[in-house]
């Protein structure tokens, strides 16, 4: 009785753990997003973003237009999707202090934005 007492206080510590490990990656994930129309966004979890802590990320790109691309660049990174593509794209990166700025290359004066890594 002594034994199945514990393991069933064991079971019920390791859920909420393993349940925690599961939503963690969720709050570094980054929604990258350019057209249809002419918009360039970056969002976590539905809001601008502005500023970030500095770590390792995970950006999910939505390209929607022909003729637009997401392109980031900032402290050790440089990255960018195709323009004639129209794809979902995944990339994973470490973001170090300093300013990042995305753009669409073809239209960098009017689709663009920018937050800072503290």
Do not use: E
């Not at 349940?19 to 570094?28: C, F, I």
């Not at 979902?88 to 290359?105: A, Q, R």
Request: with cysteine.
């Amino acid at each position: 009785m002594k034994l199945f007492a514990i393991v069933s206080l064991v079971a019920a510590l390791a859920v909420p753990a393993a349940t925690s490990a599961l939503a963690a990656p969720a709050a570094n994930t980054l929604v990258g997003t350019d057209g249809p129309g002419f918009t360039i966004t970056l969002t976590q979890g539905g809001k601008k973003v502005t500023t970030l802590k500095a770590g390792a990320y995970t950006i999910k790109i939505s390209d929607k237009s022909n003729i637009h691309n997401f392109h980031l660049t900032g402290p050790g990174v440089n990255k960018k999707t195709s323009v004639p593509a129209v794809a979902n794209t995944t990339w994973k990166v470490t973001l170090k202090k300093g300013t990042y700025k995305f753009v669409c290359d073809p239209h960098l004066t009017i689709m663009k934005g920018s937050f800072k890594v503290t």
